[in-house]
């Protein structure tokens, strides 16, 4: 990946405008972002069990777990108030400036509406090797890299609204166990629209070289790769039997 | 994960004798060493194609190439000259002395026996997410923690001279075309029990505390945590049609 990246970035050529910037930025999304994986369209066909719904939002609480530490380290690479005051928008909407309203809290609530207690979410025991990798590779991209290449790993968000109103649509029609879950999702459908068009503004002026716009792309395609990696290894451990890693969580349906 | 190192570490009680450490080690390598992956069991019994070798053998370079640099950070953490001087050895078996002669050209030759070029192999273009956040995970380990347990995290060597053993007995019966590409196991059956002999003598000498030997064994446990999420991106990737993630490696037979 790092390879893929350096490739990219030792193409030359000219600035691409603003445009054509956005215009890579999107096709980046479509065919890459993990509206198509194959677990997500499961889901909305609605052929997930209980115990794999189970298995998603205890493995996907491990992401939103970590998104504000991700933003602390992003925030921490800035010495600028005015896009620190900005940023800092998105630790807020995940942490909630009260218990109960914040993405994580919410995320909790999701996973008690498919039936897992608070208690066996938070201490992430359980959740899959290759998720945590596949987290932490983001953190460490973000960590590691300039501002700019961790501002653009951001910029998934261009592709959620329309995932998120969709997949409510189906979890609702689907899963109606679900409909209480979804508070989550809602709150998306506004914060990510404005996250995205901060970011995209944000690496359309400070990417003032084509490397630069190279690695930007190159960031949006490694985000891609990690959100697409943890449904790999969900979809692979709880749809096809026998597939659980040992010491993970197994839906109470899977136990002998 | 880092949470599950941690609540194992928090375990009090009292000092393990080196017999006892040796058997808890031994348990995890029974339990979660990957000679029990499902990818294994199907390389094993003659059930993989052409492709799905191609498949393993370029992404397992990924990880062979990463393993002197595993070594140099370790090293890094040792200021005694005794100790570096007998793990240094494990750089020397992977890079070779001479150009053809070391464990990552030999894995080249087995990628080669599959029918891939070498330079299909060597950029590792193609190579799964799942695999490189695994074995950057790897890297991490060893970098972000103290020598104790990074020297702990090379423990699957004491449980990889068995599984060589048989996969070169099953190569040879159900792949008649990888004959040739079998130097790397053929050094690996003497140099892995020469160094988990020592990586064990290791441990047992300087874990000193039961909190340390606990942390000991976590880190067995997350490296073979580390090795089967691996076989689990290949498994889902190659075995699976249909779940070849965007940008990967698509053997010749796959292509549409």
Redesign the interface.
């Known amino acids: 990946?790092a390879?893929?990246l350096t490739?990219k970035a030792r193409e030359g050529g000219s600035l691409l405008s603003p445009e054509e910037l956005r215009a890579r930025l999107q096709a980046v999304g479509e065919?890459?972002y993990h509206h198509?994986h194959?677990f997500h369209l499961r889901m909305h066909a609605g052929e997930l069990t209980r115990g794999q719904l189970q298995a998603w939002a205890l493995n996907r609480y491990y992401y939103q777990s970590r998104i504000p530490i991700k933003d602390s380290l992003l925030l921490a690479k800035s010495d600028d108030p005015a896009f620190r005051r900005a940023w800092r928008k998105r630790i807020l909407d995940h942490d909630g400036d009260q218990s109960g309203y914040g993405g994580i809290e919410k995320w909790i609530q999701l996973a008690e509406a498919t039936g897992l207690s608070r208690d066996q979410v938070i201490?992430?025991?359980g959740?899959?090797?290759?998720v945590?990798?596949?987290v932490?590779?983001y953190l460490?991209l973000v960590r590691d890299s300039p501002l700019l290449i961790a501002v653009a790993s951001s910029l998934t968000e261009l592709f959620s609204r329309s995932l998120i109103s969709l997949r409510m649509d189906q979890l609702r029609l689907h899963y109606p166990y679900l409909v209480h879950g979804l508070s989550y999702f809602e709150g998306r459908l506004t914060q990510a629209p404005e996250d995205a068009a901060f970011a995209l503004d944000y690496v359309c002026a400070h990417a003032a070289t084509r490397a630069e716009q190279e690695q930007v792309i190159g960031a949006l395609?490694?985000k891609?790769?990690?959100l697409?990696?943890q449904l790999?290894?969900i979809?692979?451990?709880y749809v096809?039997p026998?597939?659980i890693?040992?010491?993970c969580f197994v839906p109470d349906a899977e136990r002998g």
Do not use: H, K
Not at 127 to 130: A, E, I, K, R, S
């Open positions: 990946m390879t893929q490739a065919s890459r198509l194959p201490p992430c025991t959740v899959l090797p290759g945590i990798f596949a932490d590779a460490a395609e490694r891609c790769a990690i697409w990696a790999d290894a979809d692979y451990a096809v026998g597939n890693p040992p010491g």
